[in-house]
């Protein structure tokens, strides 16, 4: 049987069925694991830290505590595997979905891609996983708990899903009437964006 599940991994293609079972038997981080085979899971819809950022021992803490040695189903998108080759997925370990665990604790926040919205099949896991956001940040849970410099605005092109700080070089080019503007960045976190890589807002 072992050899049989190892053969299969191994063997994965992109037209994966949904549901499929695999065992984690490494935990990368926070929102990458491995499978059995080899292959390497990225977690979909959300982003945790990076190693050294607060919350990245909790993150990779909490999926090794619900996730390692156990079997879990993958529940994919619409693309199954991202620019690395790695799988994208929603991990179910029993009844638990560990990316929304993760949210719901503080311990990542929603990071989505134009993609993922035209599936309209994937559009009430995120509309589940934004509500967990919502309750953290309303918690302040977690990363939601740490104290930022505060702006007195934020803004987001209109088709962007990331917010930003207003001097960000990111959206330096972007004519004012184009931009959407956010009082709290709590704002736009309720709404699902996430905060850009390069200003951290």
């Not at 945790?48 to 996730?67: H, I, K, M, N, Q």
């Not at 693309?79 to 604790?105: M, P, Q, S, V």
């Not at 939601?144 to 070089?169: A, Q």
């Amino acid at each position: 049987m072992l050899t049989l599940l190892v053969r299969f991994v191994a063997d994965i293609g992109y037209d994966l069925a949904p549901n499929s079972r695999f065992q984690v038997t490494k935990v990368i981080d926070g929102d990458t694991v491995e499978l059995t085979g080899g292959e390497r899971l990225r977690l979909l819809f959300i982003d945790t830290p990076e190693r050294g950022e607060p919350y990245y021992d909790s993150a990779s803490a909490l999926v090794t505590a619900l996730a390692l040695g156990k079997f879990g189903d993958l529940r994919f998108g619409k693309r199954k595997r991202d620019g690395y080759g790695r799988l994208l997925a929603t991990l179910f370990i029993d009844t638990i979905n560990i990316n929304r665990e993760l949210l719901h604790r503080g311990f990542a926040n929603l990071y989505l891609f134009p993609d993922n919205l035209k599936d309209s099949s994937v559009n009430r896991q995120v509309l589940e996983l934004l509500e967990a956001q919502r309750e953290a940040l309303t918690a302040k849970r977690g990363l939601w708990s740490i104290e930022r410099s505060e702006e007195k605005r934020y803004v987001t092109t209109r088709r962007s899903l990331r917010f930003h700080r207003p001097s960000c070089r990111m959206i330096r080019n972007h004519a004012e009437a184009g931009l959407r503007v956010f009082d709290h960045r709590e704002q736009a976190l309720s709404e699902g964006l996430s905060p850009c890589r390069v200003c951290r807002p």
